[in-house]
């Protein structure tokens, strides 16, 4: 029989070292989770790998302890502990940390497997005076499946679940610090059914971990791991649906509803029946509110919009439930209550009606866990601080009890307003008390607390909300850009727009144009590449996604709208209609863009475009983003180059990845920038938030400073190129003197020279990283000559030239390139190995000074495998100290015959480009 002891003030980490509390500092932090302790033998060579300074043998002998392959039928290796007719076996490991980090939920989990049937105890796994597990057989032993038992207070055995023999069994075991309760158990990943908790058997943990075979027994035992875990403090810049744990002791199933309504018409009401039932309109004046019928009747726009929110009430209402079902209930509440309340309405309808009552009265009824949704967030049940789902179910509940008040009893209005109170308004006003972090979880928290202190006619929390909701305002850099991308610059404005609303655009558009969103539309339109969709009309997905955002994703329309309202900008209409379509076509099926136009009424002004404002192709925006475009037509040359600092928003879901290039061109997505893995998932520590993950220098494959600060020192634009220089040395942490970028763009006909120029304080190994687009299988990258590879895709291609100063070596692998945010690991938009293909340029040995020196021209696929007469040279080094490299272009009507030569000189004073053509004449020359 096997006895498992954990024990100690907490849980630390590490395999090959002593457990010690340095190690709890440095404990690796993984998916959203800390593991603060592991022992993995399925990867280790002795199974005492940190003895004689770390672990005691306390009984049994060294032979008993083995490492063996293929145990129980099963790949891989394992520990084995022998047995030993009666012998205990007992390996004991130390514990160390400071009892102060006990606190929130710890996870267990150990992998282990017997290898036959058997009488008595066969496993028995303690954690320190926490937890007692044990495994018995029956007493024919005859089963093939033994009792899983809890020992409780009074050490009395419970059976949770059957533990089968013959292979390896994964458990996992949620310890909640706060309550002293085992809360949850995992077998295999599968929740155990009906095991409502256990309280602890003690309040403290001992202070060592011991893996014991005991006597009597017989069965050989297997195990292949040991993995202690902890969430990681819950980030206050995390977006909408992200943080902490992957499996967690709060699951709440969705509404009981099972009637599925029929024959539903939901017709809008007379204006004059639409305001008789209610004292708040919240976010129309009731002048806006009575018109908003008549605006659907003449507005195809408006018409469109209603028409989606008709539909997708209606859907609901036949199938019984809120739209959604493959994530936690609470977002499909939060997503549907909004939808349903205003509905309800402009149309009274009786059905729609008896559907939110329903889950009304459900919602309020839930525990506040439900509400801090502790699935995922941090919960205090003394003192409950809200996140972002409390805040979202916070406004649409305060808009059900604004518009639909005849729904309820005055003993149910009484409970309702109770619990938005307590379980909503209160823990988002701690939220604002407390927080101290800059981004966008303050627009969604203030917009919460506003809604539900104008519904509840709480002015002192309004005025709070207020401020903050004044103080976000004020992240958004001066030229409208946006420190943590643009993904969640649209979150943010899109749960900053409710509160403006309802505080009244009069008061709120001054105050939007004195801020930096008055540039926002203009810095919104840089991002997008402008693909061409299949003969839609229709621009399709496709972005600039430094950080934590993502590349396929269209311009939010609430946004777009709002802004161009409010701002008088057509800038965001083109950008909608482009994306989304035209009149009736841009309807989606969203309360908000209703709101959103019967507060505009008639102010949405014409469509403008990027040639019509006469933007220019270049732009280096506050935020630190450097884009260069070729033009703005459709699938043109789109270039980032990931430069700046902190930014407003500090360092919010920001990455190691200064001086990085992505690339779009010809309606591909060429340099790809990793996107985000689920917030949980191994890969985002592993790969998402690893420097030499991104387009950009490595030294020795080390990652950039976590607060990495880069600078565009130097831009110039003239009709024939475009350039920027982004300097990140004081990104890296070995403190070079020099990590230097220029991105020259030469627009006829359309190629890029990226200089890197690199001074390190002392030799060491520099690397060169590029990934490029596989997501869907269809991208090859082949090597034509030394330095020289094509990279193709359906629609267009990439010719990459890479020289340096220094011998080089070059790797070929596979990358990862997620699609789009996923909110569990392994979600459908989580990229696997080979979603990217990896191109690494390394010195071949240490130096202390490089240049790399590298040609990128994309092509579209009719032009793929016509790049005769496109050559490029590198000449080396002459003797003042200048390299050079020479570019023939061809004649595009005669690709045999070289139409000019463009000659490029890179010294210490800078980079000097000069063409001529093919009689040697200088046409265009310019130092840099």
């Not at 649409?396 to 009484?414: H, I």
């Amino acid at each position: 029989m096997l006895a498992f002891c954990m024990a100690g003030a907490g849980l630390p980490g590490g395999f090959a070292s002593p457990l010690t509390a340095a190690a709890v500092e440095q404990s690796k932090e993984n998916a959203g989770m800390i593991e603060v302790f592991k022992v993995d033998w399925s990867q280790a060579d002795d199974p005492f790998a940190p003895l004689p300074s770390g672990w005691v043998i306390s009984e049994g002998h060294r032979s008993h302890f083995s490492i063996v392959t293929g145990a129980l039928g099963e790949s891989g290796q394992s520990l084995r502990i022998e047995n030993v007719a009666g012998e205990a076996r007992i390996l004991r490991l130390p514990l160390a940390i400071d009892p102060k980090q006990i606190t929130g939920t710890y996870y267990v989990e150990f992998e282990a497997g017997i290898d036959q049937t058997g009488a008595g105890w066969a496993i028995f796994l303690l954690v320190g005076n926490v937890l007692d597990f044990r495994v018995r057989g029956s007493s024919t032993g005859d089963g093939g499946w033994h009792e899983a038992c809890l020992m409780d207070p009074s050490n009395q055995p419970k059976k949770v679940f059957e533990f089968p023999s013959g292979r390896f069994v994964r458990i996992k075991f949620a310890l909640d610090a706060d309550r002293k309760r085992i809360t949850n158990i995992w077998v295999d990943d599968s929740p155990v059914p009906g095991f409502a908790g256990m309280d602890w058997k003690n309040n403290t943990i001992a202070s060592n971990v011991q893996i014991i075979g005991t006597t009597p027994s017989d069965v050989e035992i297997y195990v292949r791991h040991l993995i202690i875990t902890r969430p990681v403090e819950p980030e206050t810049g995390s977006g909408a649906m992200e943080t902490a744990a992957s499996d967690a002791p709060f699951s709440f199933p969705p509404i009981p509803i099972t009637r599925a309504f029929s024959e539903v018409k939901l017709t809008l009401q007379q204006p004059e029946l639409i305001l008789e039932k209610i004292d708040e309109p919240l976010f129309f004046s009731r002048e806006q509110l009575s018109a908003l019928p008549q605006l659907v009747r003449t507005n195809p726009l408006v018409a469109g919009v209603w028409e989606g929110l008709r539909t997708k009430v209606l859907r609901a209402l036949m199938q019984g439930a809120f739209p959604g079902g493959k994530q936690p209930y609470i977002y499909d509440l939060i997503g549907g209550l909004p939808d349903f309340a205003l509905v309800y309405l402009l149309t009274r309808d009786a059905a729609t009606g008896k559907f939110l009552r329903a889950a009304v009265l459900d919602a309020i009824a839930r525990p506040m866990e439900f509400w801090i949704h502790a699935e995922l967030r941090r919960f205090d049940p003394t003192m409950p601080v809200g996140g972002l789902e409390t805040a979202h179910l916070t406004s649409g509940l305060s808009m059900v009890l604004a518009w639909a008040p005849d729904l309820f009893t005055e003993e149910e209005l009484a409970s309702i307003r109770h619990a938005l109170r307590m379980k909503g308004l209160e823990p988002c006003l701690r939220w604002l008390e407390r927080n101290t972090t800059r981004n966008n979880w303050t627009a969604v928290m203030g917009s919460g607390a506003y809604i539900a202190g104008k519904v509840l006619r709480d002015s002192q929390a309004m005025a709070l909300a207020e401020s903050k909701l004044g103080e976000y305002l004020e992240l958004v850099e001066a030229d409208g850009s946006y420190s943590e991308q643009i993904g969640y610059f649209n979150y943010g404005i899109r749960s900053l727009i409710p509160g403006l609303l309802a505080m009244g655009l009069e008061r709120t558009t001054p105050l939007l144009k004195q801020s930096g969103l008055k540039d926002s539309l203009t810095w919104m339109v840089y991002y997008f590449a402008f693909v061409a969709g299949e003969g839609d009309g229709k621009y399709q997905p496709g972005r600039l996604n430094f950080g934590d955002d993502d590349y396929t994703t269209n311009p939010d329309y609430i946004v777009t709208y709002l802004l161009s309202a409010v701002l008088q900008d057509g800038l965001g209409i083109w950008l909608t209609e482009r994306y989304h379509g035209s009149g009736t076509a841009a309807a989606d099926a969203d309360w908000l863009l209703l709101a959103v136009l019967g507060a505009c009424q008639d102010q949405v002004p014409a469509a403008v475009s990027p040639e019509e404002r006469r933007l220019p192709l270049k732009r280096a925006f506050d935020n630190g983003v450097g884009v260069i475009r070729s033009s703005w037509e459709e699938n043109g040359v789109v270039l980032g180059l990931r430069s700046g600092g902190a930014g407003r928003t500090q360092y919010s879901h920001d990455r190691p990845d200064r001086n990085a290039l992505v690339l779009f061109a010809g309606g591909e997505y060429l340099l790809v920038a990793p996107g985000r893995a689920s917030y949980r998932s191994p890969l985002r520590s592993s790969w998402d938030l690893k420097t030499s993950s991104h387009n950009t220098i490595t030294f020795n494959q080390a990652d950039q400073s976590k607060t990495p600060v880069a600078n565009i020192i130097k831009t110039y634009t003239d009709d024939r190129v475009e350039y920027l220089v982004s300097e990140a040395a004081p990104s890296y942490v070995n403190n070079p003197e020099k990590v230097r970028r220029h991105v020259l763009f030469v627009k006829d006909p359309g190629y890029f020279v990226v200089w890197d120029e690199i001074a390190a304080r002392s030799a060491e190994i520099v690397d060169l990283h590029w990934h490029m687009n596989n997501g869907d299988g269809q991208g090859r990258l082949v090597q034509q000559a030394a330095g020289q590879w094509v990279f193709t895709r359906p629609r267009a291609g990439l010719q990459i030239y890479s020289f340096s100063t220094t011998p080089t070596e070059s790797y070929v692998g596979q990358g990862i390139m997620h699609k789009g945010y996923s909110y569990y690991p392994g979600d459908p938009n989580e990229g696997n190995w080979g979603s990217s293909i990896k191109l690494r340029i390394s010195t071949k040995e240490p130096v202390a000074a490089v240049s790399f020196y590298t040609v990128l021209r994309p092509q579209p696929a009719k032009d793929q495998g016509g790049g005769a007469g496109f050559t490029v040279t590198f000449s080396g080094t002459d003797a003042g100290e200048r390299d050079k490299l020479s570019i023939s272009i061809p004649d595009k009507n005669d690709p045999g015959r070289v139409k000019r030569t463009d000659g490029f000189l890179f010294s210490e004073s800078g980079l000097r480009l000069t063409i001529k053509d093919q009689e040697g004449t200088t046409l265009y020359h310019v130092e840099l």
